[in-house]
């Protein structure tokens, strides 16, 4: 089965680094083919950004995603962008304060950067908490997998504050699954 | 990240690169970094000084490959990577180095084009540019690769041949091979097949740097070794002085063309997917040979007679195969994919001679083919 995965956001978010991790993770850690490939506009920071993952335990040939089966959107401009490219099935996870108005109902609205500023103390470490949300809501790959992918990649030194991260983030997607309704953009927490 | 005997990794294209040409013994390159071939420049500024090589970032793209030119004249294997704008500016050199028969691996990861063009989205708009970039009757070696694990094989090849033939090679990728990342498992240190210029054997005072030899490739000493000879860009006798004697020139000029298609058969490599009783074969490389394997593995689905050839020679250019599965007589149309309007098709046109159709399927919006693109285009002409 293919599965593709589709990370989009603006430049600097570090949603490519996170492509990678979620790559060495499906790849080198449970064993199964993967192939990730980016796009990027020629700026060093903001432009639009997406990392892809197609992960499958066939041989994969045409390398990039087409129908999504989770798209994380970090922007409200992405989301919108790619949204139509989302399987009917398929899952949206979107940041509840970067996209305001996610187009579907069925979205999984998390205030990522906002719970890991609140609990980290700095935004750096969100696109690991992306991760971790989509390990909690999809399962497209297992949290031992995950965590040992982003303590392989991660620089020395910042081994626990990424663990916090992530943790941080799978407890924040399966609350989404769960509760739906708590993680709507406007009930959030303040 | 290091590559340990045979770890699965999962490397990008131009990683991989860095890998072949580390595990071939480039010692030296030079370059000016360049998006999307930078993460070549950058594997191996990090890596050659640990293998005791030498890296120079210089101040462009022509003084990058005539350090390399010179590196390789002291012995050295060298490399060095680029793009389309910096590809351009080393069109010169490779003319100097086809001449003086200087070997060489130039790596150029294809961006859209052209001028500054798209800086981060593929294409494979220079294929031409690779053929006839520099001036005047030359031969040159191209190969492409369209996955992870091929960049790093084409990369040890393209050193290979590059020494064997004494010739510049030049690497053609583009930036979904370059930047793609797949698992890969590389060979083992030691498992890869080198080969090394042949040096010369006789007295330094017997050695004719140019001269004829069955191979047509003439032993190359290294500078420094105690054979002193010129080299020069102006057409040469068989000591590498100037000449203007009409039976120097032409056995010097024929030579170097002669060397190149004894090798015709190990040098134009090419890849076949259900071409056997094919009635539509996709002619495809680099990248965009993978969206084509997909669409012709879904039309033999449908039990529609789908093959594929895939190019992974470029120039000399692959007639052979044609040939091959023109003489099967199933084959009714060639599709030329490709991310430019239409380059390698042209190719194809002159080698079939109207003995099958032949179509194209072109992009040039910076993005790759789909499956379902040619899957459509293959219905049409079955």
């Known amino acids: 089965m293919r599965i593709e995965v589709r990370l989009a956001g603006s430049g600097g978010q570090g949603l490519i680094t996170a492509g990678i991790i979620l790559a060495e993770a499906a790849g080198l850690h449970e064993g199964k083919n993967v192939v990730q490939t980016q796009s990027y506009g020629p700026e060093a920071r903001g432009g639009a950004s997406k990392a892809e993952v197609v992960i499958s335990d066939g041989p994969i040939h045409y390398p990039k995603a087409q129908r999504l089966d989770v798209l994380l959107a970090m922007t409200q401009e992405a989301c919108d962008r790619y949204f139509h490219d989302l399987k009917h099935e398929g899952a949206l996870i979107v940041d509840a304060d970067l996209v305001p108005t996610p187009p579907s109902s069925s979205a999984l609205s998390v205030p990522i950067v906002r719970k890991v500023r609140e609990d980290l103390g700095r935004e750096l470490f969100a696109n690991i908490a992306a991760l971790g949300v989509l390990a909690g809501a999809t399962g497209v790959v297992g949290l031992p997998a995950l965590e040992a992918a982003v303590l392989a990649r991660v620089p020395a030194g910042t081994e626990e504050p990424n663990r916090k991260a992530l943790e941080l983030g799978l407890t924040l997607g399966r609350d989404a699954v769960e509760n739906p309704r708590e993680s709507e953009p406007y009930e959030a927490d303040e | 990240m290091r590559p340990q005997g045979s770890r699965e990794l999962l490397l990008q294209g131009n990683e991989a690169v860095v890998e072949g040409a580390l595990a071939v013994g480039c010692t030296f390159y030079a370059g000016y970094p360049i998006t999307p071939s930078t993460e070549i420049a950058e594997g191996l500024a990090a890596r050659l000084p640990a293998v005791g090589g030498t890296f120079l970032q210089m101040e462009d793209e022509i003084g990058s490959l005539a350090a390399c030119l010179g590196a390789s004249l002291a012995g050295a294997k060298a490399m060095t990577a680029t793009s389309g704008p910096g590809f351009s500016l080393m069109q ?291």
């Not at chain 2, 070794?225 to 020139?249: A, C, N, S």
């Not at chain 2, 259900?274 to 394997?293: F, K, L, M």
């Not at chain 2, 399927?361 to 910076?366: F, I, K, M, W």
Request: with cysteine; aromatic share 8%.
């Open chain 2, 92 to 382: 010169e050199l490779i003319g100097y180095g086809c001449v003086a028969e200087i070997p060489a691996v130039i790596v150029n990861v294809m961006r859209g084009g052209p001028s500054t063009g798209l800086p981060t989205s593929p294409s494979q708009g220079d294929v031409m540019q690779t053929r006839w970039g520099t001036h005047g009757d030359h031969p040159i070696i191209v190969l492409t690769a369209s996955s992870v694990r091929e960049a790093f094989d084409m990369t040890v090849r393209a050193f290979n041949l590059s020494e064997k033939y004494r010739n510049p090679v030049i690497l053609l990728l583009d930036e979904v091979v370059g930047h793609m990342r797949e698992k890969v498992r590389l060979p083992a240190r030691g498992a890869v097949g080198r080969v090394d210029r042949i040096r010369p054997s006789m007295p330094p005072e017997w050695y004719a740097p140019y001269e004829e030899t069955n191979t047509g490739v003439p032993p190359m000493a290294a500078f420094g070794d105690g054979y002193r000879y010129h080299v020069t860009g102006l057409v040469h006798d068989r000591m590498g002085f100037p000449t203007q004697q009409k039976t120097e020139i032409v056995q010097g000029v024929n030579r170097l063309f002669r060397k190149i298609e004894r090798g015709f058969r190990e040098i134009c490599l090419t890849e076949e997917a259900s071409t056997d009783d094919a009635e539509a074969v996709v002619v495809a490389y680099g990248s965009v040979a993978r969206s084509a394997r997909e669409a012709v593995e879904e039309l033999r689905v449908q039990g529609r007679r789908a093959g594929l050839l895939r190019l992974q020679t470029l120039w000399p250019f692959p007639r052979a195969a044609f040939e091959r599965i023109l003489g099967r007589g199933t084959v009714r149309s060639f599709l030329v994919c490709e991310m430019n309007r239409g380059q390698v098709y042209r190719e194809v046109l002159r080698v079939v001679r109207g003995r099958s159709e032949v179509h194209k399927l072109t992009r040039n919006d910076g993005e790759l083919i789909t499956p379902a693109e040619i899957a459509k285009a293959l219905r049409e002409w079955l």
